[in-house]
């Protein structure tokens, strides 16, 4: 074992004191520090904590942290590393169930600790995922394929046209339904992006992930995966989905339409809505996928798919703010940024002194368009002199589409043309549902706790 | 079958000795802050009202260590669904699980070292929050956040050292509502209170001498002045096991005066468990024994059991297990009411959530008719040194009830099983789960190691009283008896004995007779105590007068002083 595997995380004066006394990780230890005596295993240090302490693991499971500097005493007892593993078993095939594979990009499904870091590792070999959720296999044939392992946060231009590429590549070889393990954070993002690299699937392209990490017994990971690979084998619905928690209770899933979904709640299960709309079906174990609408496109079983994977990465989002000064929008334009979007107030407005400086932007051929920060309702820049003044400033609304969705579209629009009036056209003509016709009524629905009709129907129906 | 009386009383040494019996104790008591340990909720006292539910399941996960908890997978097998009832005033997204732990409860904090300092143990120098796992749903989370604050700590136990092997700062669990088939339902209000735990080593050597760990662990706690008071703020699980026996953990007792006879008919039944795997030993028993296996649905319908038959008439299903010459081993009496037929009973209502008692019914069981019985042991070709256990119910359900029945015969051939328990009314226990062990602890990544600095230990130590053997030594100098400082220690009552002290002229034993029986006897009358504060007790017995009153004379003065402010 190297020296730095044998002090794994230490630094500094814990990484002394271990050297000094001739020990280190996975060493069963009898310690003396100033404040009396410890028993248990050395373990290693996450490296994001201090450099002053030694971790033991108690006989009992418990972790305890000594200083370095008043450890007077350490005696070595032998050694006992973990052996973390999760258990793999071979998943099994049945020639009569449909072909899923499942994309991984670094959503946590099934997990195991990483001591450097302190964070969750995911798993994801069919034998692993199997191990933790057998269920799986009553659904579908599996095959995984590890595309990435990042945070969601840290997707960019270059995983949403790999993931879209092989999406597409995997659809063509003949499997009947697509499943995408994703970070939260920015699922609705690549979603979004998806809807426009991959057009007119034939078979349902899934995103799934956890809102609680899969190390603990309360995580929505497993019965996210479940809805989303029974979504992906068996439902009719060729379309790019977010498979996630209806509610927060271990109930149903919402398929929700990739362009018109978003996270609203930073740690809920029941975070993703569908926004402006409803979703498309309910998904569960007991009544399997259950449509909520019928104008979804069909499971076809022709094996085309239009792959058109381009991006543009010099786009941006202006979330705009009372007061907001003109050299935000001048400085995106100056570092050669083609793409603004921005996030406007109300109907879709911007203070007056930012008028020179968007007309700055149109005179240097950038598009910009203009999305509510209300998320819900669409645009109209007519209602106001502000929003009619900005539309001459070559501001262009776009309807109802949410601020995220049209940075994505924007950024693949740019992909293919610059030309102003091409540009135009694509942004505004909806290819999966950015822009709708019509909100229906109960497309806007935030429910008022404290409401007395409202606090009956919680008590009514689990949340 | 012995009696409790076959041990002349729960301090007979000599007999417990002779079983080897071992017992120690984890006494959870609330500490006394205002908010919860992990979120910004307040303590408020316990209601049944609540403004909304959730449902959730629970699944096992990996230990750190790469290993599942027996405890965990036996969870898993029983399938329950959790229901969570949540009461706005009480509960927020953190409780319900659908938002991360906030910071640490400083006060918990400072609280439990107070403790901690009391029961003289190693401290750490950096708290690292741990997952415990529960998937009996008691924590919507399935684990519980827990940590170590002090190891290798000791307490004197009328004068002999015991070992307090750690003490642990950790958030309560629900109070469970109701747990019928399937379904576990948990009132979310006591969830997140800021607990501390105290695990002493199993030094008691009779059933007396644990209640005795318990009273000064108590009186320790009270003397701190941290803790929350009054019942359902105190829970102790106690440990026994005997020679040749097995850890069983015997979960949540809120009373001490439960403990002795829980012990000793625990003990007991551990002994009549290793006689009856001799038993089983000389009938040459193998885990082979209890393979066969068959349906019996149609035989139990016409048996007109009251519960077996129902389950069949609602479409269930019956299956019998064959246990190869097992005859007489199922009536094998493990307490004054419960036989080796009502472990097996009780894993089948825990683990296969057939809980219509009684859920099986067994060839030992005299009270089922023999004529039946020829049809069941015929269809499974059983013959009369075979015993037959029939359960019936859901499919699911009978299948893990034929494979509970078969691990617990299992168990029985290797002797005691490492178990939960709870109490009984009779002072005996019924299984509750598998004992867990170590695997079952995972670091929560959610937050960083708290480090504890010098100041935290000052301000600890600055707000902890003289260690409980000094102010008992100077009550004692004060002529108190052993019973009078319990009393004083029963309650928070001592801390109105020694601030009143200086201040009256009283004999001491007065005063504390004052302050505790007599407080208490007029409270249950119906007299307003609250207003029986120091300065009402300097006013009354400040004077000269005071030195030579008598204990009558001085409670007449108190009862007249209470019942005149009162009117």
């Known amino acids: ?137 009553d659904l579908c044939n599996l095959r995984t394929e590890k595309l990435y392992a990042v945070f969601s946060e840290n997707m960019g231009p270059e995983q949403w046209i ?273 822009i709708t016709p019509r909100e229906p009524p109960d497309g806007y629905l935030v429910l008022q706790g404290g409401l007395p009709e409202v606090e009956r129907f919680l008590k009514k129906h689990r949340m | 079958m012995r009696g409790p009386d076959s041990a002349n009383s729960f301090d007979d040494l000599e007999f417990y000795a002779g079983l080897g019996l071992q017992c120690g104790l984890e006494v959870h008591r609330q500490l006394a802050t205002e908010r919860k340990l992990f979120c910004a909720c307040p303590v408020r006292p316990y209601s049944p009202l609540y403004d909304a539910e959730i449902l959730r399941h629970m699944r096992p996960t990996l230990s750190e260590l790469g290993e599942y908890d027996p405890t965990a997978l036996m969870e898993f097998k029983t399938r329950k669904q959790i229901i969570y009832r949540l009461n706005r005033e009480t509960v927020c997204t953190y409780e319900m699980d659908d938002a991360p732990p906030f910071g640490l409860n400083r006060d918990a904090l400072e609280r439990a070292l107070v403790v901690a300092i009391l029961l003289n143990l190693n401290l750490v120098d950096e708290l690292h929050v741990a997952r415990k796992q ?70 008691a050597r009779t059933p007396a001498e644990a209640a005795e760990f318990a009273r000064v662990i108590r009186r320790l706690c009270h003397l701190s002045g941290v803790v929350r008071t009054g019942l359902g703020t105190v829970r102790q699980d106690v440990n026994v096991s005997i020679h040749g026996g097995a850890r069983v953990e015997i979960k949540g007792v809120p009373r001490i005066r439960q403990i002795p006879p829980l012990v000793h008919f625990e003990a007991l039944r551990q002994k009549a468990l290793l006689d009856l795997r001799e038993v089983a030993k000389a009938r040459g028993l193998g885990p082979d024994a209890f393979e066969a296996e068959v349906d019996v649905t149609p035989e139990v319908r016409r048996l007109d059991h009251p519960v077996l038959s129902q389950a069949v008439a609602e479409g269930g299903r019956a299956r019998a297990v064959v246990l190869r010459r097992c005859a007489g ?89 490492r178990e939960t328990r709870r109490a009984l009314p009779s002072g005996e226990t019924a299984f509750e789960r598998v004992l867990p062990g170590p695997d079952r602890m995972y670091p929560d990544t959610d937050l960083p190691p708290v480090v504890l600095h010098d100041e935290d230990f000052e301000r600890a130590r600055a707000r902890a009283p003289a260690p409980l053997e000094d102010v008992e030594a100077r009550w004692r100098g004060l002529g108190l008896s052993r019973a009078q400082m319990d009393a004083l220690l029963f309650t928070d009552r001592f801390r109105l004995f020694d601030l009143a002290l200086p201040r009256v002229r009283l004999r001491p034993t007065i005063l504390a007779y004052l302050v505790t029986d007599y407080l208490t006897g007029l409270g249950r009358a119906g007299v307003e105590v609250g207003r029986a504060d120091v300065d009402l007790f300097a006013r009354l017995y400040g004077g000269e007068r005071a030195i030579t009153m008598s204990q009558q004379e001085a409670a007449a003065r108190l009862r007249e002083a209470l019942t005149e402010r009162t009117r």
């Open chain 1, 1 to 137: 074992m190297s020296g730095d595997d044998r002090l794994k995380g230490y630094r500094g004066p814990a990484r002394e004191t271990l050297e000094r006394f001739g020990v280190g990780v996975w060493e069963d230890v009898w310690l003396r520090s100033r404040k009396g005596e410890f028993r248990g295993l050395i373990l290693p240090r996450n490296e994001t904590a201090d450099d002053r302490h030694v971790v033991l693991k108690l006989e009992t499971g418990y972790n305890v942290g000594i200083a370095a500097d008043s450890i007077l005493e350490v005696v070595s007892k032998g050694r006992r590393e973990a052996h973390y593993h999760i258990p793999e078993r071979e998943f099994p095939t049945d020639p009569a169930k449909p072909r899923v594979t499942l994309f991984g990009t670094g959503g946590t499904i099934a997990s195991r600790l990483d001591y450097r870091t302190g964070a969750v590792i995911p798993a994801f070999s069919p034998g692993e995922l199997y191990g933790s959720v057998p269920e799986l296999a």
């Open chain 1, 162 to 434: 790999g993931l879209a590429t092989a999406v597409a590549r995997e659809i063509e070889s003949g499997v009947d339904g697509i499943v995408i393990g994703h970070g939260t954070d920015t699922m609705h993002h690549t979603a979004a992006v998806l809807s426009f690299m991959v057009q007119d699937p034939p078979v349902p392209i899934v995103m799934v992930g956890s809102q609680r990490s899969s190390d603990r017994p309360s995580s929505d990971a497993a019965l996210n995966l479940i809805h989303a690979a029974l979504t992906a084998a068996r439902s009719d619905i060729a379309e790019v989905l977010v498979c996630m928690f209806g509610p927060t209770s271990d109930r149903y899933g919402l398929l929700h339409r990739g362009t018109r979904v978003r996270k609203m709640h930073s740690s809920s299960r029941s975070t993703f809505r569908t926004i402006g709309d409803i979703p498309v079906a309910l998904v569960s174990r007991e009544e399997g996928v259950r449509p909520l609408r019928r104008d979804y496109r069909r499971r076809r079983d022709d094996r085309r798919v239009r792959l058109d994977a381009v991006f543009d990465d010099r786009v941006g989002i202006v979330y705009y703010y009372p007061g907001m000064k003109p050299d935000v929008v001048d400085a995106l334009v100056e570092r050669g940024y083609r793409g603004i979007v921005i996030a406007g107030t109300g109907l879709g407005h911007v203070n007056k002194p930012l008028y020179p400086a968007l007309r700055r932007a149109a005179r240097a051929g950038v598009h910009v368009f203009m999305t509510v920060q209300t998320l819900w309702g669409y645009v109209q820049m007519y209602v106001y002199d502000t929003g009619r003044d900005l539309m001459d400033l070559g501001v262009v609304p776009a309807a109802n589409m949410l601020p995220e969705v049209a940075y994505m579209k924007l950024g693949w629009v740019l992909g293919h043309t610059e030309d102003r009036d091409e540009v135009r056209r694509l942004m505004l003509t909806p290819i999966a549902h950015e």
């Open chain 2, 134 to 203: 529960y998937l009996d749903g008691s924590i919507p989370t399935g684990f519980q956040r827990t940590c170590i604050l002090g190891v290798g700590g000791r307490i004197a136990v009328n004068g002999r050292p015991v070992i307090v092997r750690q003490l642990g700062l950790e958030e309560e669990a629900c109070r469970e509502v109701s747990d019928v088939g399937h379904t576990r339902t948990f009132m979310t209000d006591r969830l997140s209170i800021p607990l501390i735990e105290v695990v002493t080593e199993s030094q």
């Open chain 2, 329 to 417: 081993l199922l009536a094998f009496p493990l307490g004054p009411t419960r036989t080796f037929a009502s472990e097996v009973s009780d894993r089948v209502r825990v683990v296969a959530c057939l809980d219509r008692l009684p859920n099986l019914v067994h060839t030992d069981d005299p009270s089922a008719g023999e004529a039946c019985w020829r049809e069941v042991r015929e269809r499974a070709g059983a013959c009369m040194e075979d015993a037959v256990v029939v359960v019936a119910g859901p499919r699911q359900d009978v299948t893990t009830a034929v494979e509970e029945v078969r691990i617990r015969m299992r168990e029985a051939l290797a002797g005691v099983p």
